[in-house]
C-alpha cells in the first residue's frame, strides 16, 4: 500500500481516508525485526499531564490486530505487548486524519438508554478494552496484566485537551484514570522516525525510509527550519562616481529659471 501510496496509485478518493492511513502506518510496524521501533513511538505519547507512556522493561512481544469488532465499539487497534520482565500492557489506539471523534455523549438521553451512536467514541473503547472479553479475545493473562492504555491518535498541532477530557469524564462502570489516556500525532511519528541513527537491519531502513517519505507526501512533519544550503559570500564593494554630497539639497545652491509655456489658451 506504501509503495502505491507513494507513487500517486491510490484513487484521490480515499488518499484522506484514515484506514488507510492508519494501515500504512501503524501496520508496517509489524514487518521490522524489532518491536524496539515501535516502543519509541508509542512512548512519545503523551496524557494530560505532560508525562510520556512507559514501560518497565524493553518489549519483546507486540501483536497487532486491526479493527476488532468488541462489544461496542470497533477501536482501530488493539495492542498485546509483552515486556522483557515478563509483564503484559493492552493498548488501544483510535486513529483520526481529518475527522474528529465518529459519537459524542448525548446527555439528553437517560445513559441506559443511549445508543452506541449516543455515546463518545472513546468512552465507549475505553470501556470495552477493561472487559473480560476483550481480555480473552487478545488471550493476556490478566495477572501479568500491568497496566491499560487508550492512546488518541489525531493531526492536531496542539494537545486535544477539551475532547480528551469530554471522553474520561463520561466512561462509565469501570475505574479508570485520566492518566491512562494518551495523545499522538501523525507528525510525532514522523519526527521519531527521523531522528532513528542505528538500525538492525537493511530492511528495516527501507521500509522506515519510506514510511517517512509517506508522512512527509501527506505533509504530517513538523517543520524543522529551512534546510537549503546558505554560503557566506565575501564583501560587495559599492563606489560611487559622484561625491556623496551630491545627492544632498544643499548641493545644488544655484537654482536656474525653468522657461515653461502652457500649450493652451489662457483664458480655457
Known amino acids: 500500500m506504501i509503495v502505491a501510496e507513494l507513487n500517486g496509485k491510490i484513487p484521490s478518493a480515499l488518499q484522506n481516508y484514515e484506514d488507510i492511513l492508519t494501515s500504512s502506518v501503524i501496520g508496517l510496524f509489524q514487518y521490522l525485526s524489532s518491536?524496539?521501533?515501535?516502543?519509541?513511538?508509542?512512548?512519545?505519547?503523551?496524557?494530560?499531564?505532560?508525562?510520556?507512556?512507559?514501560?518497565?522493561?524493553?518489549?519483546?512481544?507486540?501483536?497487532?490486530?486491526?479493527?476488532?469488532?468488541?462489544?461496542?465499539?470497533?477501536?482501530?487497534?488493539?495492542?498485546?505487548?509483552?515486556?522483557?520482565?515478563d509483564s503484559e500492557f493492552l493498548i488501544c489506539i483510535e486513529a483520526k486524519y481529518w475527522s474528529d471523534k465518529s459519537s459524542y455523549e448525548d446527555q439528553s438521553v437517560d445513559l441506559q438508554n443511549r445508543t452506541n451512536g449516543q455515546r463518545d467514541q472513546l468512552a465507549r473503547e475505553i470501556e470495552d478494552i477493561h472487559k473480560d472479553n476483550c481480555l480473552r479475545y487478545l488471550n493476556i493473562n490478566k495477572n501479568k496484566l500491568n497496566s491499560i492504555a487508550m492512546i488518541y491518535l489525531t493531526n492536531h498541532?496542539?494537545?486535544?485537551?477539551?475532547?480528551?477530557?469530554?471522553?474520561i469524564l463520561h466512561v462509565n462502570g469501570i475505574v479508570f484514570?485520566?492518566?491512562?489516556?494518551?495523545?499522538?500525532?501523525?507528525?510525532?511519528?514522523?519526527?521519531?522516525?527521523?531522528?532513528?541513527?542505528?538500525?538492525?537491519?537493511?530492511?528495516?531502513?527501507?521500509?522506515?525510509?519510506?514510511?517517512?517519505?509517506?508522512?512527509?507526501?501527506?505533509?504530517?512533519?513538523?517543520?524543522?527550519?529551512?534546510?537549503?544550503h546558505v554560503e557566506i559570500v565575501s564583501e560587495i564593494n559599492i563606489t560611487y562616481n559622484s561625491p556623496l554630497n551630491s545627492y544632498s539639497w544643499n548641493y545644488y545652491k544655484d537654482v536656474k529659471k525653468l522657461n515653461w509655456n502652457y500649450g493652451g489658451n489662457q483664458n480655457e
Request: glycine share 2%.
Open 35 to 85: 518491536p524496539t521501533y515501535f516502543q519509541k513511538v508509542l512512548e512519545s505519547c503523551v496524557n494530560i499531564n505532560g508525562h510520556q507512556l512507559t514501560f518497565d522493561s524493553p518489549i519483546i512481544e507486540c501483536n497487532f490486530v486491526f479493527w476488532p469488532k468488541l462489544e461496542n465499539s470497533e477501536p482501530d487497534v488493539l495492542l498485546q505487548v509483552k515486556t522483557k520482565s
Open 157 to 167: 498541532t496542539y494537545l486535544p485537551k477539551q475532547e480528551i477530557l469530554e471522553s
Open 177 to 228: 484514570r485520566k492518566e491512562q489516556l494518551y495523545w499522538l500525532t501523525w507528525r510525532e511519528i514522523h519526527n521519531t522516525i527521523s531522528n532513528l541513527r542505528s538500525f538492525l537491519t537493511v530492511q528495516d531502513l527501507k521500509l522506515l525510509t519510506d514510511l517517512q517519505r509517506l508522512l512527509e507526501k501527506k505533509g504530517l512533519q513538523s517543520f524543522n527550519g529551512f534546510q537549503q
